[in-house]
Nanobody, 114 residues
Framework: QVQVVESGGGLVQAGGSLRLSCRAS??????MGWYRQAPEKQRELVAS???????DYADSVKGRFTIPDGNAENTVYLQMNSLKPEDTAVYFC??????????WGQGTQVTVSS
């Protein structure tokens, strides 16, 4: 049984930092990443890392958010710096298997106050 568990959300002032953590178990995953969904908006990709180490970032977070190197297998972090109020959303971890698609965590709320 696949499990995806996130942690690390919270309330922070604009300009502050947060670090999200995610660990997946129960299968092999070629891509792990972070998505977010703000109220009345579609879920969007924030950042991802492939099994070979390549990372991709949404334009809106480049230079501010980072997936650190050297993560344990099936574990991904998201270091978020210089947070803005528009980063407020529920953040979801995704563990992607090419045969079965996305497995999702339960989501963690990130709120950035101005």
């Amino acid at each position: 049984q696949v499990q995806v568990v996130e942690s690390g959300g919270g309330l922070v002032q604009a300009g502050g930092s947060l670090r999200l953590s995610c660990r997946a178990s129960g299968d092999n995953f070629s891509i792990m990443g972070w998505y977010r969904q703000a109220p009345e908006k579609q879920r969007e990709l924030v950042a991802s890392i492939r099994s070979g180490g390549r990372t991709d970032y949404a334009d809106s977070v480049k230079g501010r958010f980072t997936i650190p190197d050297g993560n344990a297998e099936n574990t991904v972090y998201l270091q978020m710096n210089s947070l803005k109020p528009e980063d407020t959303a529920v953040y979801f971890c995704s563990a992607f298997n090419p045969l079965f698609g996305h497995y999702w965590g339960q989501g963690t709320q990130v709120t950035v106050s101005s």
